[in-house]
């Protein structure tokens, strides 16, 4: 599981460094890393993790984890 999140976590830091290219290259480093770690945590938490638990729940057959 490790991984997986790790590779998610990979994926969504490209994304936003991609999409935020210019206007995040200008920023100081400090906002800059403020806008990528807030980012890379809310989706995370809130959309990557979640998906990846029923995922692996299904390949392994366990009970569907609990929706908050």
Do not use: D, E
Not at 33 to 41: D, E, M, Y
Not at 52 to 61: P, S, T
């Amino acid at each position: 599981m490790t991984v997986v999140a790790w590779i998610a976590a990979y994926v969504v830091v490209t994304v936003v460094i991609h999409v935020g290219g210019r206007s995040l290259a200008q920023a100081p480093r400090y906002a800059q890393t403020l806008v990528v770690s807030g980012t890379l945590v809310i989706v995370m938490v809130n959309v990557v993790m979640p998906a990846i638990a029923r995922l692996v729940a299904r390949l392994f057959g366990f009970p569907n984890p609990k929706s908050p």
